[in-house]
């Protein structure tokens, strides 16, 4: 089960094949019949290609 979204980020780190994305997509699509007007859900996503590179 997949905890409800509350108005705070969120940080999911876990290792490769844990299912990030596939956690990330349900957490997002739970959350979208409760976003309120004028309200922003963001996702931001890094491969470890693209995170060794920022460091």
């Known amino acids: 089960m997949i905890p409800k979204i509350e108005d705070k980020p969120t940080l999911m780190i876990a290792g490769p094949g844990a299912g990030k994305t596939h956690d990330m997509v ?11 007007p004028n309200r922003i859900l963001a ?3 890094f491969t470890n290609a693209a995170t060794d590179s920022i460091r």
């Open 26 to 36: 349900d957490r997002i699509v739970g959350a979208i019949p409760d976003l309120r």
């Open 43 to 45: 996702a931001i996503t």
